[in-house]
């Protein structure tokens, strides 16, 4: 069985950091794609990074680029999200997803983790 | 950045409804769309993936079309368990990005 459990959020002032982890089980990690995706308090879903297998691919939305950094450790299984001068507008439920690659140019990210709440707020 | 459009926003209806819910992209992607269902304080579930593919374990009553830029995904006979906020979103290119979500409440 698949298994995504995220860790690491918390209550954050703005301007600070965070980093995100997602600990990964049930399936071959270092041959999927993964990616962050969030969604603030009663909105929609947001995409937020994401990373190829090995790491040679590495994406972001506008919104974090040059404040957030994907990475991952696949000896450990883990996918990370730090997270650098945080804003009241990055407060959201957290999600970490694993992909499936089935055409185009991004992965189907089919199984989502539980989430984890990141509240920026002084 | 491709923007996803869904419609409509909300709809109540009834148990054993036939539900349609659209989608429509900004621009052609093929048939790289995928959609999901999402229950309150839960994390999303993938429903169909390439338009009109189902994720293994997701029951037939579930199906989408489309290609192209118009999208449909349909709930045959609408059960308690169905009622949910369903979301679009386009893998063709990044930045991936979601349709704005049809929430479905009982009538």
């Known amino acids: 069985e698949v298994q995504l459990l995220e860790s690491g959020g918390g209550l954050v002032q703005p301007g600070g950091s965070l980093r995100l982890s997602c600990a990964a089980g049930?399936?071959?990690?270092?041959?999927?794609?993964m990616a962050w995706f969030r969604q603030a308090p009663g909105k929609g879903l947001d995409w937020v990074s994401a990373?190829?297998?090995?790491?040679?691919?590495?994406y972001y939305a506008d919104s974090v680029k040059g404040r957030f950094t994907i990475s991952r450790d696949n000896s450990k299984n883990t996918l990370y999200l730090q997270m650098n001068s945080l804003r009241a507008e990055d407060t959201a439920v957290y999600y970490c997803?694993?992909?499936?690659?089935?055409?185009?140019?991004?992965?189907?990210?089919?199984?989502w983790g539980q989430g984890t709440m990141v509240t920026v707020s002084s | 950045d491709i923007q996803m459009t869904q419609s409509p926003s909300s709809l109540s209806a009834s148990v054993g409804d036939r539900v349609t819910i659209t989608c429509r992209a900004s621009q052609g992607i093929s048939n790289y769309l995928a959609w999901f269902q999402q229950k309150p304080g839960k994390a999303p579930k993938s429903l169909i993936y390439?338009?009109?593919s189902l994720q293994s374990g997701v029951p037939s009553k579930f199906s989408g079309s489309g290609s192209g830029t118009d999208f449909t995904l349909t709930i045959s006979s609408l059960q308690p368990e169905d009622f949910a906020t369903y979301y679009c979103q386009q893998y063709n290119s990044y930045p991936l990005t979601f349709g704005g979500g049809t929430r479905v409440e009982i009538k």
């Open positions: 390439a338009a009109s």
């Open positions: 997803a694993k992909g499936v690659y089935y055409g185009g140019e991004a992965s189907v990210f089919d199984i």
């Open positions: 990373i190829s297998g090995n790491s040679a691919a590495i």
């Open positions: 049930g399936f071959t990690f270092s041959s999927s794609a």
